[in-house]
């Protein structure tokens, strides 16, 4: 249903060749990642006139949003963006308050862009108004706001958790007892998430699903919750889980249990499990699963989008769609081979490689529209593997929902 970008095809050159045209026309080829430096940038009020870019998280503190925080520091750490831009980068927590006085600290600091993990659809919103009153773009990624002067970069939720709802009704034959394991309650994302997976079990009257429990998108937590789900269900037949199939799966074997399907994200430890004993000795059980993750690299399109709308002033802003979506990273058994080449569709690091590859780890960091690798995801320090290439057109429209039209097309990054 969904593919990773770019898939190459001639079409798609056409579609280079338009939008490199189209930036060399704005004077913005070095936000699409030329390796050349250049010179005379004029930049905003910032550190030695560059832009001033602020990075403020929200939720932080598991594996996405680590590798999706280092991937924009090692972008912003990447030439010609390190020598345009100062980058600051600050976490509020799960507190609106904080999240919305450190967005108007930034605004008195002199911020050109703002780049936000926003928690919340709404109570971040006069924040952010305040901020484009004041000329001040921000764009948000994997998570949303309805404040329309703001712009979103992310993957579209709803139909993840159709797509793992689908599978796993499918897997069962059209009959069973499941669960979900959800993430942060109250964020766009776990919303539509849920609305996604209801959906998709109308269409499978036997399929019930008969619990949540919240996993925060995190491995220990969805330990819990599927130990918390099963001794209340003891005969489910398969889980959904936003985060965690790697976690949830390896407390059922210490438990003694016999793994259940799961349906999840692209952690290398689930991957890992995903495998056949006889391929992956001490790691692969062939766990029944589908990998359907949203990209952690959306944060790092919308410090790019951030970076080439302030070079390409208005023109460049009212070309941009304020709601973007980048098609999710799907991952089914057959598409798994373990390897060492990170810019290949369905590489999977051995448990072995050094750097070591943490098991919560997600395998879908690396995007050819930024080309950073994974000691850029694990460490957020610039590993530039590929030379970025100009934008692309994907899914999009300024309807702000979170299930853009996808016959819109918007430029990302």
């Given amino acids: 249903m969904f593919s990773s970008l770019p898939d190459g095809g001639s079409s798609r050159w056409r579609i280079r060749f338009f939008c490199l045209f189209a930036l060399l026309s704005l004077g913005l080829v070095a936000g699409c990642g030329s390796s050349d430096e ?39 750490a990447t030439a010609p963006w390190k020598d345009k831009v100062e980058f600051v980068h600050h976490i509020a927590g799960t507190d609106p ?22 928690i919340s659809l709404t109570a971040i919103n006069p924040a952010i108004k305040k901020a484009c009153d004041q000329g001040v773009l921000v764009v948000n990624y994997d998570s949303w706001t309805e404040e329309p002067c703001s712009y979103n970069v992310h993957n579209d939720p709803y139909e993840i958790g159709k797509e793992r709802a689908s599978w ?6 059209g009959s069973g007892t499941i669960a979900e394991i959800t993430g942060v309650a109250g964020t766009a994302f776990d919303t539509l998430h849920q609305k996604g997976v209801d959906d998709a079990l109308k269409d499978y009257p036997d399929i019930k699903l008969v619990a949540r429990e919240q996993g925060l998108w995190a491995q220990p937590a969805a330990r819990d919750a599927i130990t918390k789900i099963m001794s209340a269900h003891p005969d489910l037949d398969g889980v959904i889980i936003q985060v965690g199939c790697w976690g949830a799966t390896e407390q059922q074997i210490q438990l003694g249990d016999e793994p259940i399907p799961c349906a999840g994200n692209t952690s290398h430890g689930h991957l890992w499990q995903m495998f056949p004993k006889s391929e992956l000795p001490g790691k692969g059980i062939n766990l029944p699963s589908i990998a359907v993750s949203e990209t952690t690299y959306t944060g790092g399109l919308a410090f790019l989008q951030a970076f080439n709308m302030l070079e390409g002033g208005e023109e460049a802003q009212a070309e941009r769609c304020h709601e973007t979506v980048v098609p999710p990273v799907v991952y089914r058994a057959e598409d798994l081979k373990l390897g060492e080449d990170e810019t290949q569709f369905g590489n999977v690091f051995p448990p072995d490689h050094k750097p070591e590859i943490p098991p919560g780890m997600l395998a879908n960091y690396y995007t050819p529209l930024i080309g950073q690798g994974l000691l850029a995801s694990l460490t957020g320090k610039s590993d530039q593997v590929s030379e970025p290439i100009p934008p692309e057109l994907v899914g999009g429209d300024d309807n702000i929902d979170g299930t853009a039209d996808e016959k819109e097309a918007c430029l990302v990054p």
Avoid: C, F
């Fill in 38 to 76: 250049g010179s005379g940038t004029s930049g905003g009020d910032g550190d030695g006139g560059k832009y001033r870019i602020a990075l403020i998280q929200s939720y932080s503190g598991n594996d996405w949003q680590n590798s999706s925080a280092n991937l924009i520091k090692a972008t912003a």
């Fill in 97 to 118: 308050q904080k999240q919305s006085k450190l967005i108007t600290d930034e605004i008195s600091a002199g911020a050109d862009a703002l780049v936000l993990y926003p």
């Fill in 168 to 173: 796993m009704a499918e897997h069962l034959d």
